[in-house]
C-alpha cells in the first residue's frame, strides 16, 4: 500500500492534535498504524476494541490530521478503507512545567499491560554526567533508536523502546539530608 511518500516528520502544533495524541487507545492505534495501514476492523481485532470504538478514535486522529486513508477498496459494496499514520515520526511540543508527559505516561500503561510473563528488559539506572556526556548520551540513544527503526519488520511481533534521559529535579536540602 502506499505509504512510501509519507513525509519524514509531523510537528503537532494544534490543541486538537495535542488532545489526539494525548489519549492511550488512540496512542496504541497510531503505534500499530506505525508499521503498516490497517482498518478499522483489524484495528479494532489488534488492540481489543469494539468495531465503533475503533472507528471513532480513527476518525479523530484523521480530522487532528495525524493518520490518513491509503487506500481504500469495495469488499461486497462496502468501502474499505486503510489508515496510515500522516508522517514517519510525530514530533511534541516541550511540555510546559507542570504538564503531564503524555509519551512516557502511554509507555508505563503499556509496560502495565504488558504480559506479566513476556519478555522485558527494564532497567533504571542513575548517573552523574557533565553537560557534553548527557548531550552525547542523547544523541547515541536517539541514534540506536533510528538505527533498529529502520529494521524494523512488520511480520515479526511489535517491540516498544522507551527510554528517558532527564536530571531529575533536585529535593530541597535540610540540615539533616534530603527532604
Known amino acids: 500500500m502506499?505509504?512510501?511518500?509519507l513525509p519524514e516528520t509531523l510537528?503537532?502544533?494544534?490543541?486538537?492534535?495535542?488532545?489526539?495524541?494525548?489519549?492511550?487507545?488512540r496512542h496504541r492505534?497510531?503505534?500499530?498504524?506505525?508499521?503498516?495501514?490497517?482498518t478499522i476492523t483489524q484495528l479494532a481485532d489488534r488492540l481489543g476494541?469494539?468495531?465503533?470504538?475503533?472507528?471513532y478514535h480513527v476518525r479523530l486522529l484523521e480530522r487532528a490530521g495525524l493518520v490518513r486513508v491509503v487506500q481504500t477498496r469495495k469488499v461486497r459494496g462496502v468501502t474499505e478503507r486503510y489508515y496510515a499514520?500522516?508522517?514517519r515520526s510525530i514530533v511534541l511540543p516541550k511540555r510546559g512545567t507542570g504538564e503531564p508527559d503524555v509519551l512516557m505516561r502511554h509507555a508505563v500503561a503499556d509496560l502495565e499491560?504488558?504480559?506479566?510473563?513476556?519478555?522485558?528488559?527494564?532497567?533504571?539506572?542513575?548517573l552523574r554526567l557533565t553537560e557534553a556526556q548527557f548531550a552525547e548520551l542523547g544523541e547515541r540513544l536517539n541514534a540506536l533508536a533510528d538505527e533498529y527503526r529502520e529494521l524494523s519488520d512488520p511480520s515479526l511481533p511489535d517491540v516498544s523502546l522507551v527510554f528517558a534521559?532527564?536530571?531529575?529535579?533536585?529535593?530541597?536540602?535540610?540540615?539533616?539530608?534530603?527532604?
Open 2 to 5: 502506499p505509504t512510501d511518500d
Open 11 to 25: 510537528h503537532v502544533t494544534t490543541d486538537e492534535q495535542l488532545r489526539a495524541v494525548s489519549n492511550l487507545t
Open 29 to 38: 492505534i497510531m503505534a500499530v498504524l506505525r508499521f503498516e495501514p490497517a
Open 49 to 55: 476494541l469494539a468495531k465503533g470504538s475503533s472507528s
Open 85 to 87: 499514520m500522516a508522517a
Open 113 to 126: 499491560a504488558a504480559p506479566v510473563d513476556g519478555e522485558r528488559q527494564v532497567r533504571m539506572a542513575h
Open 165 to 179: 534521559l532527564f536530571r531529575p529535579a533536585a529535593g530541597e536540602k535540610t540540615e539533616e539530608g534530603t527532604k
